[in-house]
Structure formats: structure tokens, C-alpha cells
Nanobody
Framework: QVQLVESGGGLVQPGGSLRLSCAASGIGFGVAAMGWYRQAPGQQRELVASITSGGGTNYRNSVKGRFTISRDNNNLTVYLQMNSLNPEDTAVYYC???????????WGQGTQVTVSS
């Protein structure tokens, strides 16, 4: 079965950094896009960053210049390097993998990121 396992979340002080990882298994060939959403309490899930198999990236405006998304060469692991974190970044972060534009995404289990002193 397809599984996405996230790691790297935790508690960090404002201004600190955190690196999230998401490893996909059972996905087979055909990854078209990978990325990260996040959801804070009382908020809708929002796209944080995405990356296509060709390397194109997209970022939410509020994280531009602070976050960097990347992937491994076989598109089975996606990373999110988060710098200059602030309390507004506190949320559960979910990774996703989309096999193609015709397929629904697969989701990770979520990892909590808390930015607080």
C-alpha cells in the first residue's frame, strides 16, 4: 500500500529552523508532484509549497524566502526546509504525493510544528 511517512516536526523557538521529510513507499512510477500543506486549529488546510517532477516549485506567499522545498532524484522523498520560523507557522504539516494530474493525492499522517518560546 502507498504510505507517506513524515518526520522532522517538533518544537522550535521563533527564528529557528526545522527540516521536514516525507518518504513515500509503494508509490511505483509516475510521481507528478509532491508538496506540503499545513493546517492550524480553526483554519483551513492551506498549500505551503509544491514541487513537480520537473523541479518547478510553488510557495505560499507568507513562506517565500523562508521555506525551501526539495526532493530526491526518484521523487520518493520530499523535504521542507523551514527557516526564520515564527509562531504563525505553527500547524500540522501534511505532505502529499500526486502520481499524475488525473490522480488523487496521497497524504502523510501529519507532523506537528510548534514555534514558541
Amino acid at each position: 500500500q502507498v504510505q507517506l511517512v513524515e518526520s522532522g516536526g517538533g518544537l522550535v523557538q521563533p527564528g529557528g529552523s526545522l527540516r521536514l521529510s516525507c518518504a513515500a513507499s509503494g508509490i511505483g512510477f509516475g510521481v507528478a508532484a509532491m508538496g506540503w500543506y499545513r493546517q492550524a486549529p480553526g483554519q483551513q488546510r492551506e498549500l505551503v509549497a509544491s514541487i513537480t517532477s520537473g523541479g518547478g516549485t510553488n510557495y505560499r506567499n507568507s513562506v517565500k524566502g523562508r521555506f525551501t522545498i526539495s526532493r530526491d532524484n526518484n521523487n520518493l522523498t520530499v523535504y521542507l526546509q523551514m527557516n526564520s520560523l515564527n509562531p504563525e507557522d505553527t500547524a500540522v504539516y501534511y505532505c502529499y504525493v500526486r502520481r499524475s494530474i488525473l490522480a488523487l493525492p496521497y497524504w502523510g499522517q501529519g507532523t506537528q510544528v510548534t514555534v514558541s518560546s
